[in-house]
């Protein structure tokens, strides 16, 4: 399978010219789309897994999609769920991903690779709770939100600097996707479990000077194709 070829990375800030007038910034936040069955209802985090064949479906779907929009760029997760996500998107004259591996996916710590029945059982902590517990460094071994922050947040702000006016793309994950939404709308983090993030989805943010606006949120193109 050929992934998509990423591009350079560069740790520098692009010079840009020197702005009028403030033009609006969208950002897209996509999810990769549905994970190996194995991986499904689990704290995978940071394991690398691939995509079920139904995930290469709704990445086919997702790419029908977002062929219609016109990008300036596109930033990506290394990790392999994602890069497959985009394979079917990024051909014919669409910007090749950026790799910023600081938009990986939260690490779990004790949590990764159990259900949420699991963490049930053996931590007594109602995993639906799991920003909460992020928030409040409950998760032994795991990033805690602060520690997620300082890593999410200057990929966010590099991207939002190097593309004033335009509209960019970011495939990533859910916890980082909620990452960036309570970073953009300046409320706790916990705040964002009333957003659901789901597998191949896609969610709006249009930047503009005065504010930030949420435009859409949880975009599913594939639901009306797949069964």
């Known amino acids: 399978m050929n992934l998509p070829k990423p591009a350079r990375d560069d740790l520098r800030l692009e010079r840009s010219p020197r702005p009028g007038p403030r033009a609006d910034t969208r950002l897209w936040l996509i999810r990769h789309a549905e994970v190996e069955a194995r991986y499904q209802g689990v704290f995978g ?5 691939e995509l079920s064949p139904r995930g290469h479906e709704q990445a086919v779907a997702l790419a029908r999609y977002l062929r219609s929009k016109t990008l300036s760029a596109i ?11 985009l394979q079917p998107w990024v051909v014919n004259g669409v910007p090749r991903p950026t790799i910023m591996h600081d938009l990986r996916e939260v690490d779990f710590g004790v949590w990764t690779g159990l259900t949420f029945g699991q963490v049930q059982d053996r931590f007594g902590v109602s995993a639906w709770e799991w920003l909460n517990q992020l928030e409040s460094a409950a998760v032994p071994n795991a990033e805690c939100a602060a520690t997620l922050r300082s890593r999410v947040e200057p990929c966010l702000r590099r991207i939002t600097h190097n593309h004033p006016g335009q509209e960019v793309a970011i495939a990533c994950h859910g916890g980082v996707i909620r990452m960036m939404l309570a970073i953009l709308l300046d409320m706790p983090l916990p705040r964002m479990g009333a957003f659901q993030i789901e597998y191949a989805s896609v969610t709006q943010v249009r930047l503009r000077p005065e504010q930030t606006e949420l435009q859409l949120v949880n975009f599913t193109p594939w639901r009306e194709i797949l069964p």
């Open 45 to 49: 985090g940071q394991i690398d897994m």
């Open 75 to 85: 930033y990506a997760s290394p990790m392999k769920r994602v890069l497959q996500t």
